[in-house]
């Protein structure tokens, strides 16, 4: 089963969880809460915000976090009879830019050609006591819909939305969040399970151009599957479980495999790389290392003390992949918004970095194609000697 941690901030705020994924297995999930609330009482929520826990109330006695079922978990479904059938302009995205598991879904969204199909909003970067809230019309922040809520006129943050539906409710704040705005209903807040829908059940609306971008084709999905469990425990799930890690013995724990996966990863696309993980084609396991790659060296290398290496000097082949996918391919490059990436990590998360100091390296935020940083040119040019 997928998960997601819930990561709490001082006194008592949400970190809108980062959803994580290991491989989903049935298309068919069921569903965990009752949908059919229409009524917001804000009272209710902000007395169970005053009961929120500590961050490190997540953690067990060894220091380690926790991660929690997602609980949003239906699907969109072309099967004749469906809750939720595919339909242009039914549903909308709720995203952050700063978010790995919402930025898969941007991809995703992209590369199958949605982009009129499902519309999307991006929330502030900014996560305070109340949770991921989204922009205020006078505000200028980067990014494409970076803009107040466009379905409902009286919320300001993401948590609204969920309480409008169950009043009780008392899970997680998440992004990415699909909404059904027909029906008024989330649909589902995993981020895993969003993707493999936006793979094949809006097809029979799309051009043929996207309907035949297969991520996940039937001759590579059981080498995916065993991709996506390692990457997803050690690296896209390792950064966080390294970052907030409350003991130094969970935190050399959960860095060990993370670079030994990291190391596993630079062999494999040392040697098989033409130019993405599984040859000429995008799959979804580019896609799931993508985001987190993409933070490592701006954020997770410094913020979560993921140190031992960086991309940019560290590791070539992953390194040249990134560099591929971010400047040569739109749906990657074009959903990467850095300054929500940097802002959002290290003005959020109070209980690291209580100064909330973004740093202003690395410079660049991505090296061009055809740049090393010094170290790594020098060894690559004794490489090839």
């Not at 930025?103 to 109340?130: A, N």
């Not at 107040?148 to 997680?172: A, C, E, M, W």
């Not at 410094?302 to 560099?323: E, M, T």
Request: glycine letters at 4%; one cysteine or more; hydrophobic letters at 35%.
């Amino acid at each position: 089963m997928d998960n997601a941690i819930r990561l709490w901030y001082p006194k008592h705020s949400l970190y809108g969880t980062a959803l994580v994924s290991a491989a989903t297995q049935s298309p068919r999930l069921p569903k965990t809460l009752p949908l059919n609330y229409n009524v917001c009482r804000s009272n209710d929520f902000h007395q169970q915000m005053d009961k929120a826990p500590s961050i490190t109330s997540w953690a067990g006695k060894d220091g380690a976090f926790d991660r929690q079922p997602s609980q949003f978990r239906n699907v969109i479904s072309k099967q004749p009879g469906a809750e939720f059938p595919p339909e242009g302009g039914r549903y909308h995205l709720y995203v952050s830019y700063a978010c790995p598991w919402a930025h898969r879904t941007l991809i995703v969204r992209k590369l199958k050609g949605l982009e009129e199909i499902i519309p999307y909003t991006s929330v502030h970067w900014e996560m305070l006591e109340k949770g991921w809230r989204f922009a205020r019309g006078d505000e200028n922040v980067a990014g494409d819909n970076v803009n107040p809520d466009p379905i409902h006129n009286d919320v300001t943050h993401l948590r609204d939305i969920y309480f409008k539906q169950s009043p009780d409710y008392s899970g997680r704040f998440t992004v990415p969040t699909l909404y059904d705005v027909k029906q008024s209903k989330i649909v589902s807040n995993e981020s895993s399970e969003i993707i493999r829908m936006f793979y094949t059940e809006f097809d029979d609306i799309l051009p043929d151009k996207y309907k035949d971008v297969d991520l996940l084709p039937k001759h590579l999905q059981q080498e995916i599957e065993g991709v996506n469990d390692w990457t997803y425990n050690d690296i896209n799930n390792g950064v966080y479980k390294t970052g907030f890690a409350q003991t130094q013995e969970a935190y050399e724990k959960a860095i060990t495999p993370l670079f030994s996966s990291l190391d596993r990863a630079e062999a494999h696309l040392a040697e098989h790389a033409a130019p993405y993980y599984f040859g000429k084609a995008i799959t979804e396991a580019d896609v799931r290392l993508y985001t987190t790659i993409i933070r490592f060296d701006p954020v997770y290398v410094q913020h979560f003390k993921c140190n031992i290496r960086d991309v940019r000097s560290g590791y070539p082949a992953l390194h040249k992949w990134l560099r591929k996918l971010y400047w040569d391919e739109p749906a990657f490059g074009g959903t990467t918004v850095f300054e929500h990436i940097k802002k959002h990590y290290t003005k959020s998360h109070k209980q690291i970095n209580p100064a909330s100091i973004t740093p202003v390296g690395p410079v660049p935020d991505i090296l061009p194609k055809d740049e090393e940083v010094p170290a790594a040119a020098a060894a690559l040019r004794s490489t090839n000697q």
